[in-house]
């Protein structure tokens, strides 16, 4: 009777629990566990992957605010001040731009394959600006560099989306993408010193020798290792024709899509209002570098722990359009705490919210 009892409750305990239409089956278990360990990258594969993927990031940030520090030397030397807004801009307006549409290219065909394209672009360009004779040379290589740079960013999104489950999206996010601020530290400064000290040429000749080789090992172990499974609308999308799975794409809404550019400006503030150094306007820059930084490995940490995203999306939003107001108050008078506080608050706003988006992803 004890026993019956025993059972009785068991039985309720398990149907509360667990409902019949819920109650997960041996058969499924198997097949789910047998998905999840061939669908994701795990042990030496992942290391391997990820330690790849760093430096192609750590390459980005370097492009994206070396050229800040170093624009007054090249206006020098290519005798043309009429180009200086170029030189900075026509990489990070093909970056900004192109991130929207290049995010569905992934999603629509071949992630090694469109990440394979994009870091043959990358090469290309960093090798024309490189060796540009002309200021004209010089922005076309930059242009065709930030249109590689861009796949690069959401290629390297895409990879780490497909290695690794979901719960472990935003960690991994955070080995990747947080070297990006490291780089943005210590590019200014060494930009700075070689234009002060040598050339602007010495910031741009090493880099056909030093990203081929990483884009190299990068693209091969992408190729190697990343062959991940398709989810069921993902399928229905690569099953339509080119042409449709094209115009499936938001053409418009790239081309309205633009970034705020005030990254490429602040170090010209420095040395052509301010009288400062391109080493010390390099220095400066650190700040808005130091609140991304902190405030990505911060956010990553509590959207790993409690699951949310939504909110820090829409405070990053609001912490970046107060700190680019703020920062418009900079004049000739601006004392150095009050500019590290505001460039400061603008990195801790990039830094909250600019990652969720890949996190919603």
Same mark, same amino acid.
Request: proline residues 6%.
């Given at each position: 009777?004890?026993?019956?009892?025993?059972?009785l409750?068991?039985?309720?305990?398990?149907?509360?629990?667990?409902p019949?239409?819920?109650?997960?089956?041996?058969k499924?278990?198997?097949?789910?566990?047998?998905?999840?360990?061939?669908?994701?990258?795990?042990?030496?594969?992942?290391?391997?992957?990820?330690?790849?993927?760093?430096?192609?990031?750590?390459?980005?940030?370097?492009?994206?605010?070396?050229?800040?520090?170093?624009?007054?030397?090249?206006?020098?030397?290519?005798?043309?001040?009429?180009?200086?807004?170029?030189y900075?801009?026509?990489?990070m307006?093909?970056?900004?731009?192109?991130?929207?549409?290049?995010?569905?290219? $992934?999603?629509?065909?071949?992630?090694?394959?469109?990440?394979?394209?994009?870091?043959?672009?990358?090469?290309?360009g960093?090798c024309?600006?490189?060796?540009?004779?002309?200021?004209?040379?010089?922005?076309?290589?930059?242009?065709?560099?930030?249109?590689?740079?861009a796949?690069?960013?959401?290629?390297?999104?895409?990879?780490?989306?497909?290695?690794?489950?979901?719960?472990?999206?935003?960690?991994?996010?955070?080995?990747?993408?947080?070297?990006q601020?490291?780089?943005?530290?210590?590019?200014?400064i060494?930009?700075?010193?070689?234009?002060?000290?040598?050339t602007?040429?010495?910031?741009?000749?090493?880099?056909?020798?030093?990203?081929?080789?990483?884009?190299?090992?990068?693209?091969?172990?992408?190729?190697?290792?990343?062959?991940?499974?398709?989810?069921?609308q993902?399928?229905?999308?690569?099953?339509?024709?080119?042409?449709?799975?094209?115009k499936?794409?938001?053409?418009?809404?790239?081309?309205i899509?633009?970034?705020?550019? $005030?990254?490429? $400006?602040?170090?010209?503030?420095?040395?052509?209002?301010?009288?400062?150094?391109?080493?010390?306007?390099?220095?400066?820059?650190i700040a808005?570098?130091?609140?991304?930084?902190?405030?990505?490995?911060?956010?990553?940490?509590?959207?790993?722990?409690?699951?949310?995203?939504?909110? $820090?999306?829409?405070?990053?939003?609001?912490?970046?359009?107060i700190?680019?107001?703020?920062?418009?108050?900079f004049?000739?008078?601006?004392?150095?705490?009050?500019?590290?506080?505001?460039?400061?608050?603008?990195?801790a706003?990039?830094g909250?919210?600019?990652?969720?988006?890949?996190?919603?992803?």
């Amino acid at each position: 009777m004890d026993e019956e009892k025993d059972k009785l409750s068991r039985s309720l305990v398990e149907k509360e629990i667990f409902p019949e239409d819920d109650q997960p089956k041996p058969k499924e278990l198997l097949e789910n566990v047998k998905d999840s360990s061939d669908r994701y990258l795990t042990g030496w594969r992942l290391t391997l992957v990820t330690i790849s993927l760093v430096p192609g990031m750590f390459l980005k940030g370097v492009d994206s605010s070396v050229i800040g520090v170093a624009t007054p030397g090249i206006t020098t030397s290519f005798h043309t001040i009429d180009d200086l807004a170029w030189y900075g801009s026509g990489y990070m307006l093909p970056h900004s731009t192109l991130q929207p549409i290049l995010g569905a290219f $992934y999603k629509s065909f071949n992630v090694r394959y469109v990440f394979l394209i994009s870091i043959v672009i990358f090469e290309v360009g960093s090798c024309l600006y490189a060796a540009a004779p002309t200021s004209a040379a010089f922005i076309i290589g930059r242009v065709i560099a930030g249109c590689g740079a861009a796949g690069l960013l959401q290629g390297t999104l895409a990879i780490v989306g497909l290695s690794v489950p979901k719960r472990k999206i935003p960690l991994y996010y955070r080995y990747v993408l947080s070297v990006q601020g490291v780089s943005a530290c210590t590019a200014p400064i060494f930009g700075g010193t070689s234009t002060d000290k040598l050339t602007w040429r010495c910031i741009v000749y090493p880099k056909p020798a030093r990203n081929l080789p990483i884009g190299g090992v990068a693209l091969a172990m992408v190729m190697l290792f990343v062959k991940p499974k398709l989810s069921k609308q993902a399928k229905d999308i690569r099953s339509l024709p080119p042409l449709q799975r094209l115009k499936r794409m938001d053409w418009a809404g790239t081309i309205i899509f633009l970034s705020a550019f $005030y990254l490429q $400006y602040i170090p010209i503030y420095f040395q052509a209002i301010r009288g400062t150094s391109a080493l010390h306007g390099g220095v400066r820059m650190i700040a808005i570098d130091a609140g991304r930084i902190v405030f990505i490995i911060i956010l990553s940490i509590l959207v790993t722990k409690f699951g949310h995203y939504m909110p $820090y999306m829409t405070d990053g939003t609001i912490i970046t359009a107060i700190a680019a107001g703020l920062l418009t108050m900079f004049d000739i008078d601006t004392s150095t705490a009050r500019s590290t506080a505001f460039m400061f608050l603008a990195g801790a706003g990039a830094g909250t919210g600019g990652n969720q988006p890949f996190t919603a992803l």
